[in-house]
């Protein structure tokens, strides 16, 4: 077959995926262009044949039109095993009955804890004495609100305030 000009283009937003395990979702945006006027309201088959395991997929349409969009939504499990994984997606239409196909590479997802906080003594710690310690929270993703700390269980002897608020 003779090569034919593309009628669209499907580009990512984001060159991977950040899946935050507390969230239990996360998505990959995909923009598709129309670049022949007579390919105009046929929305784009989206299919993601490589999907990391212990996650499901829905795509969802936005907009009609010369550009518009393309959500691959993730879904899991909050317990799901942190780590990289890679998904390919594939889209496909057709125009006067000639098909268009855009196969991605590998594409990454990064199944991440959105934060992790750690505790450290200011020092050595002396029985019967006060101790101080130093919280400090570190963070993957876009949330940058502040997070609130409740002690659930301290060891007999050991107190502290009742919550603690990092900004």
């Not at 395991?53 to 095993?81: F, H, M, Q, S």
């Not at 390919?88 to 199944?111: C, H, K, M, P, W």
């Not at 130093?134 to 050991?158: H, I, N, Y």
């Given at each position: 077959?003779?090569?034919?000009?593309?009628?669209?283009?499907?580009?990512?937003?984001?060159?991977?995926?950040?899946?935050?395990?507390?969230?239990?979702?996360?998505?990959?945006?995909?923009?598709?262009?129309?670049?022949?006027?007579?390919?105009?309201?046929?929305?784009?088959?989206?299919?993601v044949?490589?999907?990391?395991?212990?996650?499901?997929?829905?795509?969802?349409?936005?907009?009609?039109?010369?550009?518009?969009?393309?959500?691959?939504?993730?879904?899991?499990?909050?317990?799901?095993?942190a780590?990289?994984?890679?998904?390919?997606?594939?889209?496909?239409?057709?125009?006067?009955?000639?098909?268009?196909?855009?196969?991605?590479?590998?594409?990454?997802?990064?199944?991440?804890d959105p934060?992790?906080?750690?505790?450290v003594?200011?020092?050595?710690?002396?029985?019967?004495?006060?101790?101080k310690?130093?919280?400090?929270?570190?963070?993957?993703?876009?949330?940058?609100?502040?997070?609130?700390?409740?002690?659930?269980?301290?060891?007999?002897?050991?107190?502290?305030?009742?919550?603690?608020s990092?900004?």
């Open positions: 077959a003779a090569p034919r000009a593309e009628f669209y283009t499907v580009s990512q937003t984001k060159p991977e995926v950040t899946y935050l395990r507390q969230i239990g979702q996360s998505q990959l945006t995909l923009a598709m262009q129309r670049t022949n006027a007579a390919f105009k309201d046929v929305p784009l088959t989206v299919l044949p490589k999907v990391p395991a212990g996650l499901t997929v829905e795509v969802k349409r936005n907009g009609n039109g010369p550009a518009e969009t393309y959500d691959i939504i993730l879904k899991g499990a909050k317990d799901i095993p780590g990289r994984h890679t998904l390919r997606y594939f889209t496909y239409a057709e125009l006067t009955g000639n098909g268009q196909q855009v196969a991605s590479n590998d594409v990454v997802v990064n199944i991440i934060l992790a906080v750690t505790v003594p200011a020092g050595p710690i002396v029985a019967g004495q006060k101790q310690v130093k919280l400090s929270v570190t963070r993957r993703g876009d949330d940058r609100q502040a997070v609130e700390l409740k002690f659930k269980a301290l060891p007999p002897g050991v107190t502290g305030p009742e919550k603690i990092l900004a």
